[in-house]
């Protein structure tokens, strides 16, 4: 099967913008080594960065004609705000799971409310790239292809 990893904005920052909260990985390490376990285990993994929200949106739309199984987001700050990206998930009908580095329940009141919480299969956060590890080992797991 086949397992999209997407990273909203700023996540190109990742190992440089405040790594005491976000950590000293890369977004291409995380990528990596996603991609090699995936592949381990006979899955294919594609994934992507964007600090556009028509981008990810449109990403999105490409998946569910690909066939694409799983989605696994970090919406980054279009967490807070994109109804739009929102309603792309909906549409595509590709189950997901929101992943967020930072425990968003330990910060600022705006990052509380997530646009995707409500319609994912599950979210993790504050456990830096783990929470994609993980997301990915559940991923793999509702999904026998
Ligand atoms: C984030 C949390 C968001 O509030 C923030 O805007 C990000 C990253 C996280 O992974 O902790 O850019 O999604």
């Given at each position: 099967s086949t397992i999209l990893v997407l990273h909203g904005p700023n996540?190109?920052?990742?190992?440089?913008?405040e790594p005491e909260v976000?950590?000293?990985?890369t977004l291409a390490d995380i990528d990596d080594r996603l991609r090699s376990r995936a592949a381990e285990q006979g899955h294919h993994l594609l994934h992507l960065q964007s600090n556009a929200e028509y981008e990810l949106i449109e990403r999105v739309h490409e998946a569910r004609a690909e066939g694409v199984d799983f989605i696994i987001i970090n919406p980054a700050a279009f967490t807070h705000t994109s109804v739009a990206l929102r309603d792309a998930m909906l549409a595509s009908g590709i189950p997901f799971i929101e992943v967020h580095l930072s425990n968003v329940h330990a910060r600022?009141?705006?990052?509380?409310?997530?646009?995707f919480s409500d319609i994912a299969k599950g979210v993790i956060c504050g456990?830096?790239?783990q929470g994609y590890d993980l997301a990915l080992q559940a991923a793999l797991k509702r999904i026998h292809r």
């Open positions: 996540l190109n920052m990742l190992g440089s913008r976000y950590g000293y990985e600022e009141p705006f990052r509380h409310h997530s646009y456990l830096g790239s």
